[in-house]
């Protein structure tokens, strides 16, 4: 079975940096392309990040790019999510979704989220 | 481009509801659709995809269509069951700006 396993999560001041982690197992990280999604307090979903499979290239939203990084250790199942310069519009509930094959759009899997509130 | 759906839609217990899902510029079947339910507290779960192809587990009680007429995508919810309570995201890609993109999500009430 699937697991997506967030953790990283917390309390951060306006300006400062988190990096949040997502350990998987039940299939082989670097076989799929990987997702961050994240929801705002009441609020609708929205995709943050995206990495290839085996050393493919990462994309961000607009609303994140140049401050998040998306990275993984495949050595360790771990996905990745270095967020600096957070802004108090990056608190939500950040998962981690790993896509469907090669040349599909969907999110397949998720994890259960990780908490950040960031602070002014 | 983006993706409108009803902030609402309720229902009773054995009927029917439809939830629709608008895209605003650029051709609906151009990218395909997924749907996603998220029931209270817990986290999002591929119901359909490619427009109208149902996830694994999900029963035949949920249905997904297309319509170019309207440029819109529809999740069809037949036999309705309290469990069925929750928010339903539409989701798609840009292919033009690299950009997966959700709709604002609707609300389902089963009465």
């Known amino acids: 079975e699937e697991q997506l396993l967030e953790s990283g999560g917390g309390l951060v001041q306006r300006g400062g940096s988190r990096r949040l982690s997502c350990v998987v197992s039940?299939?082989?990280?670097?076989?799929?392309?990987m997702s961050w999604v994240r929801q705002a307090p009441g609020k609708g979903l929205e995709w943050v990040a995206l990495?290839?499979?085996?050393?493919?290239?990462?994309y961000y939203a607009n609303s994140v790019g140049g401050r998040f990084t998306v990275s993984t250790d495949y050595s360790k199942n771990t996905l990745f999510l270095q967020m600096y310069i957070l802004q108090t519009d990056d608190t939500a509930l950040y998962y981690c979704?790993?896509?469907?094959?090669?040349?599909?759009?969907?999110?397949?899997?998720w994890g259960q989220g990780t908490q950040v509130i960031v602070s002014s | 481009f983006t993706l409108t759906q009803p902030h609402s839609v309720s229902g009773s217990p054995g009927k029917t509801v439809t939830i629709s899902c608008t895209r605003n510029?650029?051709?609906?079947?151009?990218?395909?659709v997924q749907w996603y339910q998220q029931r209270p507290g817990t986290s999002p779960r591929l119901l359909i995809f490619?427009?109208?192809?149902?996830a694994s587990g999900v029963p035949d009680r949920f249905s997904g269509t297309i319509d170019s007429s309207s440029n819109s995508a529809s999740l069809t919810l037949s036999g309705l069951k309290t469990e069925d309570e929750g928010d339903y995201y539409c989701?798609?890609?840009?292919?033009?700006?690299?950009?997966?993109?959700f709709g604002g999500g609707t609300t389902l009430t089963v009465l």
């Open positions: 990495i290839s499979g085996s050393g493919g290239g990462a």
């Open positions: 989701q798609s890609y840009d292919s033009s700006r690299i950009d997966w993109v």
């Open positions: 979704a790993r896509m469907a094959g090669f040349g599909s759009y969907r999110f397949e899997s």
């Open positions: 039940g299939f082989t990280l670097s076989d799929f392309a």
């Open positions: 490619d427009h109208n192809q149902r």
């Open positions: 510029s650029g051709d609906i079947d151009t990218n395909q």
